[in-house]
C-alpha cells in the first residue's frame, strides 16, 4: 500500500513470444497482433456511459446520457434496438452472466432489471436516495451490486427483486462496486479516496486501500480474484493485492484521468479508458504498456471485454460506440480460461493462478508503445449507422406469449425470473397474489392509492434534499478540522 516503489528490473516473458506490433509468429505459439477496429456504431445522442457483451457475444449493450440503453446485434448485418424507461440519464448497463437478464442504473436513483427482447419488460429496483452510479451482476446471476452518491452500496435479490441489505462506510459518493468472481467479497471505490473490501457473508468492511493522490472512478477485480485493479482520476492505474494488502503494480501511462479498466480473462492484460481520448493496453505479466489505441473524439468513459476476450467494446463522449477485434493471445487464453472456470466451482478461496510480477513497477509517459490510429473512410457494409427500432418499456415483468423474432433472438419472458420456476417455489405468495387480483378496486380507493404515492415521492425528495444538505456539511466540517490541523501544526512548528 502507499506511494508506488521504484521500477526494479523489468521480469522476463513467461514462455509467451512477443510480436512486433504484429510481427512473423513464432511456430511454438501464436504471436501478439495488434487490435482492430471493427466498426464504429453510432446511435445514441450523447455520452455513452456504459457497454456490455451478452454470453454468446451475439449482442452488445449499452447505455448513454440521453436516458436510454441500446441493444446492437453484431452478427449478420448490425440493427440496433433502443430500450426506454428511466427518466434521467443511464449510467451503466450489463448483462446476466447469461444473457437473459440486462440491468442499468440511472440519475433518477432506480435500478432497472430488463428483458431483453422486443416487449421492452423491465423491474424497477428502488432503494437509493441519490443518483445511482453503478450495478453488475454476481458471476452467478443471483445478486446484483449497486453504488450511489447517497454513499451506500446495495445488495438485491434477482429472483425475488428486493433490496436484501445495504454496506455504509463510505463517507463520499461511492463510483463503482464489484462482485468477486465467487461472490464471497465487494470491492467498492468512493470519492473519499478509498477503495473498499466488503465480505458479503458477514456484511463488514474487512480492508481498505487509500490513494492519496486521488480518487478511483472504478474498480474490478481480475479473473482469479486475488488482485483489484482500479482507475483513479490521478491519471494512475493501480494493481492491488487483496491478500497481501499491497501495492503490486502502478501505471502512470495515460495524460488525464482514468475513467474504466477491464480485464482480458485470461487474466494477463488490462485495457484502459482515459479522459485523455485513448486507450491503452497493458501486459501485466511483464508490467508494461503494448498498445495505445485512438478513435474516440473526447474522453473514453467504459471500456469493456466479451466474455471469451476476443473482442472487446469503448463507449465515449462522443456518443460513439468503437467495436474492436483483440488479436492477441487468441489460442493461449482459452485455455486458461477453462482453467479458471473449473477452479472457481471445486476450490475455496483464495484460488486460481496469481499474476505476481517480480516487483512494481513504476511507468511514466515516455514509455514506447504500438499506437493503433483506425480509419474510418474504409466503406463499412455492415452498416455503421444502424436502423433503431425505439422500445418503451412496460415496467414490469409479466408473463409474455412466444415471440418468434430473428433480430433479438433472447428467451421470452416465460423462461426468466418470472417464470414458472418461480411461482413453484413459493405457491403460498402466487395463490396471494392471484387472490389480489381477484379484488376490484374502487374509484375512490385507487385514488386514495395515487395521493399517497404522490406524497410519498414528495417524502423521496425531501430526504434526498436533506441528504445532499448533510453532505454538504459533512464536507465542510471536514474541510474546517483539516484547516484546524494544519494550524495546530504550524504553531507547534514555531514553537
Known amino acids: 500500500m502507499g506511494g508506488p516503489r521504484d521500477a526494479g528490473p523489468e521480469p522476463a516473458a513467461l514462455g509467451r513470444p512477443r510480436g512486433g506490433g504484429g510481427g512473423p509468429a513464432a511456430p511454438m505459439a501464436s504471436a501478439l497482433e495488434d487490435p482492430v477496429l471493427l466498426r464504429p456504431l453510432r446511435g445514441h445522442r450523447a455520452a455513452v456511459t456504459g457497454v456490455s457483451f451478452s454470453a454468446d457475444t451475439a449482442g452488445l449493450a449499452t447505455s448513454s446520457l440521453d436516458r436510454s440503453l441500446m441493444i446492437w446485434k453484431l452478427k449478420k448485418q448490425c440493427r440496433a434496438y433502443k430500450f426506454v424507461g428511466h427518466e434521467e440519464a443511464v449510467t451503466s448497463v450489463q448483462f446476466s452472466p447469461e444473457g437473459r437478464l440486462l440491468a442499468s442504473s440511472s440519475q433518477d436513483r432506480t435500478v432497472r432489471l430488463w428483458i431483453p427482447c422486443i416487449h421492452g419488460e423491465s423491474s424497477v429496483l428502488k432503494g437509493h436516495t441519490a443518483s445511482v452510479r453503478s450495478v453488475s451482476f454476481s458471476h452467478d446471476g443471483q445478486f446484483l451490486v449497486s453504488a450511489s452518491n447517497d454513499k451506500s452500496i446495495k445488495i438485491w435479490s434477482v429472483h425475488r427483486q428486493r433490496l436484501l441489505f445495504s454496506l455504509f462506510q463510505h463517507t463520499h459518493w461511492v463510483r463503482c462496486a464489484k462482485f468477486s468472481p465467487d461472490g464471497r467479497l465487494i470491492a467498492s471505490c468512493s470519492e473519499d479516496k478509498s477503495v473498499k473490501i466488503w465480505d458479503t457473508t458477514n456484511k463488514t468492511c474487512i480492508d481498505s486501500f487509500i490513494d492519496y493522490g486521488g480518487f478511483a472512478n472504478f474498480a474490478d477485480f481480475n479473473p482469479s480474484g486475488t488482485c483489484i485493479a482500479s482507475a483513479g482520476s490521478n491519471h494512475t492505474v493501480k494493481l492491488w493485492d487483496i491478500r497481501m494488502n499491497k501495492l503490486l503494480q502502478h501505471y502512470r501511462v495515460h495524460r488525464a484521468g482514468v475513467n474504466c479498466v477491464s480485464f482480458h480473462p485470461s487474466g494477463n492484460y488490462l485495457i484502459t479508458a482515459s479522459s485523455d481520448g485513448t486507450l491503452k493496453i497493458l501486459d501485466l505479466l511483464e508490467g508494461r504498456l ?23 467494446a469503448s463507449g465515449g463522449a ?78 414490469a415483468f409479466g408473463t409474455l406469449d412466444d415471440v418468434s423474432h430473428e433480430d433479438l433472438q433472447y428467451p421470452p419472458a416465460s423462461v426468466l425470473a418470472t417464470s414458472s420456476k418461480r411461482k413453484s417455489e413459493d405457491e403460498s405468495e402466487s395463490a396471494m397474489h392471484n387472490v389480489d387480483k381477484q379484488i376490484d378496486i374502487s374509484p375512490s380507493l385507487g385514488n386514495a392509492l395515487e395521493n399517497i404515492v404522490e406524497q410519498l415521492d414528495v417524502l423521496t425528495l425531501t430526504i434526498s434534499i436533506l441528504e445532499q444538505r448533510l453532505t454538504l456539511t459533512e464536507d465542510k466540517l471536514k474541510e474546517c478540522l483539516e484547516n484546524q490541523q494544519k494550524i495546530l501544526l504550524q504553531g507547534r512548528q514555531e514553537e
Open 318 to 395: 462522443d456518443g460513439q460506440v468503437l467495436l474492436w477485434k483483440t488479436n492477441f493471445d487468441s489460442f493461449d487464453y482459452k485455455e486458461v480460461l477453462k482453467h479458471h472456470i473449473r477452479r472457481i466451482h471445486t476450490d475455496d478461496p483464495p484460488h486460481l493462478l496469481d499474476i505476481y510480477p517480480r516487483s512494481p513497477h513504476l511507468h511514466d509517459e515516455k514509455l514506447q508503445s504500438v499506437e493503433v490510429n483506425p480509419t474510418f473512410d474504409v466503406t463499412d457494409t455492415q452498416t455503421p449507422d444502424p436502423p433503431v427500432v425505439e422500445i418503451t418499456s412496460s415496467l
Open 290 to 312: 503494448i498498445y495505445t489505441l485512438h478513435g474516440h473524439k473526447g474522453p473514453v468513459l467504459f471500456v469493456a471485454f466479451s466474455k471469451g476476450g476476443e473482442k472487446f
